[in-house]
T-cell receptor, first 115, second 114 residues
Framework: AQSVTQPDIHITVSEGASLELRCNYS??????LFWYVQSPGQGLQLLLK??????LVQGIKGFEAEFKRSQSSFNLRKPSVHWSDAAEYFC?????????????FGRGTSLIVHP | SQTIHQWPATLVQPVGSPLSLECTVE??????LYWYRQAAGRGLQLLFY??????ISSEVPQNLSASRPQDRQFILSSKKLLLSDSGFYLC?????????????FGPGTRLTVL
């Protein structure tokens, strides 16, 4: 079964600093990969996704993520964090081979932004 | 464009009372529908999903149930709530492609069981 690990429960950065949120997955074949963001008390919003092609994926709000098959990782990055980026971030992985198509979510990383 | 609605937004219920949460999707046909629960400090737990009217798959055995009486309506119910049912309930939909596709989430319902 597929699994997703987000090793950092909390990340604290200063506004304007760069950001990298880690995501590792356990899955044999090529996965479908997602990053979602959740503001407090809100639903999840899709930031970006990787299905195939270019391994560097651009998303909304200035975020990008890179799929590295050799490391089984799909880390989320942003060059300069804004205070409004403070939220919970979820990585998810799904079966690309036609099996269970429902994504498995990581436990989330809470981003705190200091002024 | 497609939109997804959930109500109520917040709910406070006593232990042992019934529950009914509703989710509706607009602007698409025959969507895949999902119910997730998010407990404090934890990730998303898939509760139920549906690929069509009357077709419900349960992922976690518990005192909750789901129904899909109409194509774009998904209801989460309980006959008797437990304290452990407290949490944030999210409904989501995805295109009926038969394979993995992006899930789009509703705004959620905050349930507190006292």
């Amino acid at each position: 079964a597929q699994s997703v690990t987000q090793p950092d429960i909390h990340i604290t950065v200063s506004e304007g600093a760069s950001l990298e949120l880690r995501c590792n997955y356990s899955y044999g074949a090529t996965p479908y990969l997602f990053w979602y963001v959740q503001s407090p008390g809100q639903g999840l919003q899709l930031l970006l996704k990787y299905f195939s092609g270019d391994t560097l994926v651009q998303g909304i709000k200035g975020f990008e993520a890179e799929f590295k098959r050799s490391q089984s990782s799909f880390n989320l990055r942003k060059p300069s964090v804004h205070w409004s980026d403070a939220a919970e971030y979820f990585c998810a992985v799904a079966d690309a081979s036609g099996g269970s198509y429902i994504p498995t979510f990581g436990r989330g990383t809470s981003l705190i932004v200091h002024p | 464009s497609q939109t997804i609605h959930q109500w109520p937004a917040t709910l406070v219920q006593p232990v042992g009372s019934p529950l009914s949460l509703e989710c509706t999707v607009e602007g698409t046909s025959n969507p895949n529908l999902y119910w997730y629960r998010q407990a404090a400090g934890r990730g998303l737990q898939l509760l139920f999903y549906s690929v069509g009217i009357g077709q419900i798959s349960s992922e976690v055995p518990q005192n909750l149930s789901a129904s899909r009486p109409q194509d774009r309506q998904f209801i989460l119910s309980s006959k008797k709530l437990l304290l452990s049912d407290s949490g944030f309930y999210l409904c989501a939909w995805s295109k009926p492609t038969g394979s993995t596709d992006t899930q789009y989430f509703g705004p959620g319902t905050r349930l507190t069981v006292l």
